[in-house]
């Protein structure tokens, strides 16, 4: 199957910048798309931004303008950039996959969480 393994969170001051980068890596045939999602306290898990093969990507509309997303196929990676960051952003972000494998067909993957905290 997919393993999705994400690294770059940690601690940050309001109005700083951070980020995250996620690599999957396993028996994978084919990426379609990989993003990220977050969940905070209390919350349900919203959308944070997401890159199709293709090079499309959505966000969510807190983040819009403030975050950037980038795919590096080639390692099989995704990077969120963050900036202008408020205590609102404080979550676990999760990175996720939408992929196909020899065993599987496509098939959402997410990764384990990465705690991003804002804070003064």
């Known amino acids: 199957q997919v393993q999705l393994v994400e690294s770059g969170g940690g601690m940050v001051q309001p109005g700083g910048s951070l980020t995250l980068s996620c690599a999957a890596s396993?028996?994978?045939?084919?990426?379609?798309?990989m993003g990220w999602y977050r969940q905070a306290p209390g919350k349900q898990r919203e959308l944070v931004a997401t890159?199709?093969?293709?090079?499309?990507?959505e966000f969510g509309d807190s983040v819009k303008g403030r975050f950037t997303i980038s795919q590096e196929y080639a390692k099989n990676t995704v990077r969120l950039q963050m900036s202008g960051l408020t205590p609102e952003d404080t979550a676990v972000y999760y990175c996720?996959?939408?992929?196909?494998?020899?065993?599987?067909?496509?098939?959402?993957?997410w990764g384990q969480g990465t705690q991003v905290t804002v804070s003064s």
């Open positions: 996720t996959t939408d992929a196909r494998t020899g065993q599987r067909s496509r098939t959402n993957y």
């Open positions: 890159i199709t093969r293709g090079g499309r990507i």
């Open positions: 396993g028996s994978i045939n084919f990426i379609y798309s």
